[in-house]
């Protein structure tokens, strides 16, 4: 078992604001209902639907769930 997707978003934290990632990661890290220990896709992908504001955008969220997925075989 790898890292949870929270604990993976969190390495993009503190880099280029213009970058979509970083500000997922800045806003995911206090958005205090965010699934910190899923690995399911299903379970973030419906969190962020109902949740999506200006940081937590769903365009983000496809790119950074690949990046993970493709890191830990999920």
């Given at each position: 078992?790898?890292?949870?997707?929270?604990?993976?978003?969190?390495?993009?934290?503190?880099?280029?604001?213009?970058?979509?990632?970083?500000?997922?990661?800045?806003?995911?890290?206090?958005?205090p209902?965010?699934?910190?220990?899923?690995?399911s896709?299903?379970?973030?992908?419906?969190?962020?639907?109902?949740?999506?504001?200006?940081?937590?955008?769903?365009?983000?969220?496809?790119?950074?769930?690949?990046?993970?997925?493709?890191?830990?075989?999920?």
């Amino acid at each position: 078992m790898g890292k949870s997707f929270y604990h993976y978003v969190l390495t993009f934290r503190g880099g280029e604001w213009s970058d979509e990632k970083t500000r997922f990661s800045e806003g995911m890290f206090i958005e205090p209902g965010f699934p910190k220990y899923s690995e399911s896709f299903e379970e973030l992908s419906t969190y962020i639907e109902l949740q999506s504001n200006e940081y937590l955008t769903i365009s983000a969220f496809d790119e950074l769930w690949d990046l993970y997925a493709q890191k830990y075989d999920v």
